[in-house]
C-alpha cells in the first residue's frame, strides 16, 4: 500500500519504543526510510528495537530517561538533534497504566500514570514545538491515546484522566501551533495485545476469552493494523489531517454505547419470533 521509501525524509523522536506498539511502529517507520530516535527508561529493550532497525538496513539512535522529567526529556531531544541533524516528528506512545480500584489509589500511583502520559506527553511536545518555531520549520506529532479517552472507563482512572488530557493538548496546539505549520494527530487504540498491557490490564485468560468475545468482530487488533494508520498520518498523504483523533478499535466502544448492541447475542430463531409476531 505505500511506496517503498515513503518516509525517508523524516526523523522521528518516539517514546516508549523498546517493546509492544511503541516498537511495532518504530520497525514500520524504520522500514519505510525514517530515521528513529527512541527514547524511554529500560535500556536493554531499547537497544534490541535500535540493533533490529539497524539489522534491517534502517537508521536508528536512543536515550535512556523517564518522561515525568524536563530537563531530561530536553537532554535526551538535544542527543537526537545531534544524531541525526534534525527531529521533524514526535509520537507521543510512552505510557503507564494498571488496573485499580480507585478509593484504593494513592496520589502517588495517580500521580505516576498522569506524570507519564499527560505530563511526558507535554514535555516532549513543548521541547520539539520551541525548536521547530525557533527554526520556522514544520513538525507533525502523533499522540497514542486509548479508546476510552472520550468516555472515560472504570478502574483506569488515571490514565483516563491523562489520556483526556493529551486529547485536549492535541486539539488546542492543531490550532495553536498551526501558524508554524506544526500539525497534530491521535490514535486512540483499543485492544492491542501487548505484553505491557497485557500483563497489567486482563487480569485473568477467562477475561480475555470475555473481552475477544465481547468484541464486535470477536478479535483484538493486529500491530500492523495500528502501525498502517501511524504510517498514513506521518506521511504526506495526512497533510490536510489537523487535531483529529481516530479511534482504532473495531467498533469496539461503539458496542458498549448503543441502548440495544447486547441484541448481537439473540439467537436467529428470537429475531425470528419477534418478526412473525410483528406480522400478525
Ligand atoms: C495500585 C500501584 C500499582 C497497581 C504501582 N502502583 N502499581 N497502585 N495498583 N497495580 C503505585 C505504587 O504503589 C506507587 O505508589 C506508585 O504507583 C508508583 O509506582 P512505582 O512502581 O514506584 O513507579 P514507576 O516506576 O514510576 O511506575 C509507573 C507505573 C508502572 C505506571 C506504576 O506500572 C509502569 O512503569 N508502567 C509503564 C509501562 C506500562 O504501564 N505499560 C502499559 C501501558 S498500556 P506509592 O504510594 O506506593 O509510592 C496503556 C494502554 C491503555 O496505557 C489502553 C489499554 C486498552
Known amino acids: 500500500m505505500f511506496a517503498n521509501r515513503l518516509l525517508a525524509d523524516r ?80 509520537v507521543n506512545n510512552a505510557a503507564g497504566n494498571f488496573l485499580a480500584r480507585t478509593e484504593t489509589l494513592s496520589a502517588n500511583a495517580f500521580a505516576a500514570v498522569v506524570g507519564i502520559v ?8 513543548q521541547a520539539l514545538g520551541r525548536r521547530w518555531i525557533a527554526a520556522g520549520t514544520p513538525g507533525v506529532v502523533l499522540n497514542i491515546l486509548t479508546s476510552y479517552v472520550e468516555t472515560g472507563s472504570a478502574y483506569v482512572v488515571p490514565s483516563a484522566c491523562a489520556k483526556a488530557g493529551v486529547l485536549a493538548m492535541t486539539r488546542s496546539l492543531a490550532i495553536e501551533w498551526a501558524p508554524y505549520r506544526i500539525r497534530f494527530h491521535a490514535i486512540a487504540p483499543g485492544p492491542f495485545p501487548t505484553e505491557g498491557a497485557w500483563s497489567r490490564l486482563m487480569p485473568t485468560r477467562e477475561f480475555e476469552e470475555r473481552a475477544r468475545n465481547f468484541h464486535p468482530l470477536k478479535r483484538f487488533g493486529r500491530h500492523e493494523e495500528l502501525t498502517h494508520l501511524a504510517v498514513y498520518l506521518l506521511s504526506p498523504m495526512a497533510e490536510y489531517l489537523n487535531g483529529e483523533c481516530i479511534i482504532l478499535d473495531g467498533g469496539l466502544w461503539l458496542r458498549g454505547a448503543g441502548q440495544f448492541n447486547a441484541l448481537t447475542e439473540l439467537p436467529a430463531a428470537v429475531w425470528q419470533q419477534l418478526e412473525a409476531a410483528r406480522k400478525k
Do not use: K
Not at 517493546?19 to 528513529?36: D, N, P, Y
Not at 538496513?57 to 535512556?64: I, L, P, S, V
Open 11 to 90: 526523523t522521528i523522536f518516539l517514546t516508549g519504543g523498546g517493546t509492544g506498539l511503541g516498537r511495532s511502529m518504530a520497525l514500520h517507520f524504520a522500514e519505510l526510510g525514517a530515521r528513529i530516535f527512541l527514547f524511554a527508561r529500560r535500556e536493554p529493550p531499547l537497544r534490541e528495537t535500535a540493533e533490529e532497525i539497524r539489522r534491517r538496513g534502517g537508521q536508528a539512535a536512543y536515550a535512556t530517561g523517564d518522561v515525568r522529567h524536563p530537563e531530561v526529556v530536553e537532554a535526551a531531544v538535544e542527543a537526537a538533534w545531534n544524531a541525526f541533524g534534525r527531529v521533524d516528528t514526535l
Open 118 to 125: 499527560l505530563h511526558g506527553s507535554f514535555h516532549c511536545t
